[in-house]
């Protein structure tokens, strides 16, 4: 949903209803992710990430959805961001992307934009970091577009199990 993509549509085509459909929404909260690590990173410890550094270890594991890891990957993400996260930002990030990925469970469409609505001000709390205050804005720009609670799973996709997050806790503020 880029800003010329929008802006050709609403002036060539003003009737069309614009979608973000869930896997570019889930994306740009996953390279949001991707960008607080990086920046995490450099500022820690003043370098891009090397093969030993704990960020970069945990960046496969930052991406995988939550449900995807066993308890050694878990234990693992939660060693690493506990070594190179100090402020939990990139941690904050995870269970934002978490969060984005848990709307499209909804059925519940009305309930869905609800939810929207309360994460997309959760992410702008001024404590979230920079990149998630910019994807709460992003999300709340998008609520009525990006369809919560209208996304079919297929009938091939895994089903959710109840875990707990990398931080040890049932949940956060995001997730």
């Known amino acids: 949903m880029s800003g010329s993509y929008r802006a050709v549509f609403d002036t060539m085509l003003p009737d069309v209803i ?3 459909d ?3 929404v889930v994306r740009l909260a996953g390279e949001k ?7 995490v990173q450099q500022e ?14 945990a960046r496969r594991l930052l991406v995988l959805a939550q449900e995807r890891l066993d308890e050694h990957a878990t234990g693992k993400l939660t060693g690493l961001l506990a ?30 934009l609800e939810w929207v609505d309360q994460l997309s001000a ?7 970091p920079p990149e998630i205050r910019q994807l709460g804005r992003t999300m709340y720009r998008w609520r009525t577009r990006s369809r919560p ?13 109840a875990t707990t997050s990398p931080s040890g806790s049932s949940g956060s503020r995001l997730g």
């Open 18 to 20: 614009q979608v973000a």
């Open 22 to 24: 869930p896997f570019h």
């Open 33 to 39: 992710l991707d960008l607080v690590r990086r920046r």
């Open 44 to 57: 820690t410890l003043g370098h891009r990430g090397r093969k030993q550094d704990p960020l970069y270890r």
């Open 83 to 112: 070594a190179g996260d100090p402020r939990g930002e990139v941690a904050t990030a995870w269970h934002a992307k978490e969060a984005v990925r848990e709307l499209y469970a909804h059925r519940d469409a009305a309930l869905a």
């Open 122 to 128: 959760d992410m702008r709390d001024r404590d979230c």
């Open 149 to 161: 609670g209208t996304a079919r799973r297929s009938p091939t996709a895994r089903p959710r199990a």
